[in-house]
Nanobody, 121 residues
Framework: QVQLVESGGGLVQAGGSLRLSCAAS????????MGWFRQAPGKEREFVAA????????YYGDSVKGRFTISRDNAKNVVYLQMNSLKPEDTAVYYC??????????????WGQGTQVTVSS
């Protein structure tokens, strides 16, 4: 079955960086648009970034533009989220998601379990 497993979360000081990874299995990775979302306590889930399957086009939420970069390695079935200049408001559980031949806005078919990112001030 399809599995998405996030890693790379942790505790970092404001201004620091983290790189999240999402390893996918059970699917033909190259034909899936991949996305990252996040959810902070008491808040709705928020779109962070996506990278499309066909052209590798990238899309970002307004709150992370210029600080986060999404990329993918189709040979390794992994999507990454490089997060720089982290702020306390970036604290959330980050989720990886996949949609078959889909647009960046989904709806997404599969979701990972999430990885916690905590940014201290």
């Amino acid at each position: 079955q399809v599995q998405l497993v996030e890693s790379g979360g942790g505790l970092v000081q404001a201004g620091g960086s983290l790189r999240l990874s999402c390893a996918a299995s059970g699917l033909t990775f190259s034909v899936y648009t991949m996305g990252w979302f996040r959810q902070a306590p008491g808040k709705e889930r928020e779109f962070v970034a996506a990278i499309t399957w066909a052209r590798g086009s990238t899309y970002y939420g307004d709150s992370v533009k210029g600080r986060f970069t999404i990329s993918r390695d189709n040979a390794k079935n992994v999507v990454y989220l490089q997060m720089n200049s982290l702020k306390p408001e970036d604290t959330a559980v980050y989720y990886c998601a996949a949609v078959l031949r889909g647009a960046w806005y989904g709806p997404y078919d599969y979701w990972g379990q999430g990885t916690q990112v905590t940014v201290s001030s």
